[in-house]
């Protein structure tokens, strides 16, 4: 069963347009590999943290809408803790 989710994740301020775009086309590919579908893409750009996190003062914000089974969500959740361009994450199922 599909279930709808909400991922928002900060990549490293430094990273360029490219490696950015490059970074965000692997986890929807990861979710659409998996069966899932991503239904929107929100790119909030960069953004400064409330606080500093890992020495950082801000970061490139990226909220992602999709569908996918839990073992996805966790598979997605597993990939970006071990992604060393993503300075934060969270994963969020989203009720109806």
């Keep these: 069963m599909l ?3 909400e991922v928002m994740y900060i990549l490293h301020p430094e990273l ?6 490059s ?16 239904t929107k893409i929100d790119r909030w750009g960069k953004r400064r ?3 500093e996190i890992k020495k ?3 970061g490139y914000y990226v909220v992602m809408n ?6 996805t969500a ?4 597993r ?7 993503v300075v934060r994450h969270i994963v969020i199922r989203e009720d109806k």
């Design 3 to 5: 279930r709808q989710y």
């Design 16 to 21: 360029d347009a490219e490696k950015t775009e």
């Design 23 to 38: 970074i965000i086309e692997r986890f929807k590919g990861m979710i659409e590999q998996e069966g899932g579908e991503v």
């Design 49 to 51: 943290f409330a606080y």
């Design 56 to 58: 950082l003062r801000e």
């Design 66 to 71: 999709f569908k996918a089974k839990a073992e």
């Design 74 to 77: 966790q598979e997605l959740d």
């Design 79 to 85: 990939l970006l803790r071990i992604s060393d361009d």
